[in-house]
């Protein structure tokens, strides 16, 4: 076994130039990411008239107003989690019973807590996700701008207005904005490691599998069995072995 591996260092130390290639999978791995969109925009918009009201979740009579939503952050995080429905998130209607699995519901919802925002500019209440999932965030947008339509509605009617549909227009997903791409960020660390290691690994398989299909004497016993005579010692590997250059020159007389 050691003679094995003295023979697999040396053709290791031979082929160095062949680690270089060592680079090539974590490099094709951070250009792919490099390449790939990392942050989707997406937003839903409709108009409010001045001064709305919005049916508190959770009581039915309580009103709130729409103000005090957009200009506190704390506000919207409890609207996001007391309205958090993870089935009609999906699309499934209203009363479709679908078991999802814990880990399902726990990432839809850190998307929605973290990702969402909501903000107003000239009468127009928006609603955006700025993250990963392209298609999860175009769900929690019309998931979440439609619940916020009808609690408005729901605070007319709760104030007792006389109108029959207070808010002029439904909400509206706005046009995808360009994605964001990044080429590098810390998350990408890990996996570009295990890349490097997995070509490492590879490497030493394939010299190894060279080594053993190479017919040339494995170990000492090898040679003892095919010579018939026995082993006193081995010869180190005088290529190795640097020349110093205070050596003694051998000179002809």
């Known amino acids: 076994m050691n003679f094995f591996l003295k023979r697999l260092s040396y053709r290791l130390a031979s082929h160095l130039a062949l680690f270089w290639l060592l680079l090539l999978p974590p490099l094709v791995y951070v250009g792919i990411m490099a390449l790939t969109p990392t942050l989707h ?24 107003p729409l103000a005090t939503l957009l200009s506190t952050p704390s506000k919207w995080e409890s609207f996001v989690k007391a309205n958090f429905n ?46 990963p999932h392209k298609t999860l965030g175009h769900r929690l947008v019309f998931y979440y701008s439609t619940t916020l339509h009808q609690r408005i509605q729901e605070g007319y009617t709760r104030q007792g207005s006389k109108f029959t549909s207070p808010l002029g227009d439904a909400p509206q997903m ?46 000492e016993k090898q040679i003892a069995e095919h010579t018939l005579l026995p082993i006193l010692g081995c010869l180190p590997n005088l290529n190795s072995v640097p020349m110093s250059v205070d050596a003694p020159q051998h000179q002809e007389a």
């Open 174 to 219: 706005t046009p995808l904005i360009g994605a964001t791409r990044l080429l590098w960020s810390p998350d990408r660390a890990r996996p570009t490691l295990l890349w490097f290691a997995a070509g490492l690994i590879l490497l030493l398989f394939i010299q190894a599998v060279l080594e053993l299909m190479d017919t040339s004497y494995k170990s």
């Open 86 to 131: 993870p089935q009609q998130i999906l699309g499934y209607p209203r009363g479709y019973v679908v078991n999802l699995p814990p880990d399902e519901i726990n990432a839809i919802y850190n998307e929605a807590l973290t990702n969402l925002s909501i903000r107003e500019a000239n009468k127009t209440v928006e609603t955006t996700y700025t993250g």
């Open 41 to 64: 925009t997406l937003s839903s918009t409709f108009t409010v008239p001045e001064g709305a009201p919005l049916a508190e979740t959770g009581s039915p009579t309580g009103v709130t």
